[in-house]
């Protein structure tokens, strides 16, 4: 395996499989089942999950609400998927544990640092849930942010397009896929990859994203066991 220890970065849409809204728990299901067997080759798996399923912060403030009140019931949304994606992987037989930027003891553990990177060392799976705590910062920048603090060798960014291509691909047909580009290369073509404030923080820490398609099965094991997977962004 060419990573020991990976930050896995899910949309909360992700969760809603076929559905408009919300979570279905068939594709919960689907989900723990890849990560599952990432663990049982050794991995070592934080996960940092969107709310977007739920409730989006930007969304609520340009709909005349109060942005920092937004964004904490959007850090709270994560929290919920949080949980669902708990329950999913327990059910799967995968230790997990849920630790949030935001304190709520009662469901969860809050994230300090050491406590992360000693569960993840043996061996369960850690969700990080609350974003990074505070408003006006996406969960890709929470992403980024963890990954970092745990030194984890690489963000994978599981999303419903099998990588980064020169357009959208589901608008644009002619569009083609980069399988490497470079963190500059990203900037100058104006590509969307995550939001600046998390691009930023990745390319400074020198921490590789590689974006694929995670709702094809086995993809995750696939491009874990070094198999030409999604597209690579690195210095």
Known sequence: MQYKRILLKLSGEA????????????????????????????????????????FRGLAGASN????????????????????????????????????????????????IKRRAVRHLEKGRVVIFGGG????????????????????ADVILKGTRVDGIYTADPEKDTSATKFENITFKDVMSKGLKVMDMTAFTLSEENKLPIIVFDMNKKNNLLKLLSGENIGTKVDI
Do not use: H
């Open 15 to 54: 969760l809603m499989g076929e559905r408009q809204y919300g979570i279905d728990p068939k594709k919960l299901a689907e989900y723990a089942q890849e990560i599952k067997q990432v663990v049982d080759k050794g991995i070592e798996v934080a996960i940092v999950i969107g709310g977007g399923n739920i």
């Open 132 to 151: 990074t705590g505070n408003p006006y910062f996406t969960t890709d920048t929470a992403a980024v942010l963890r990954a970092i603090e745990v030194n």
């Open 64 to 111: 005349g609400m109060d942005r920092v009140q937004a964004d904490y019931m959007g850090m709270l949304a994560t929290a919920i998927n949080g949980l669902a994606l708990q329950s999913a992987l327990e059910t799967a037989d995968i230790q997990t544990r849920l630790l949030t930027a935001i304190k709520m003891e009662q469901v969860a553990e809050p994230f």
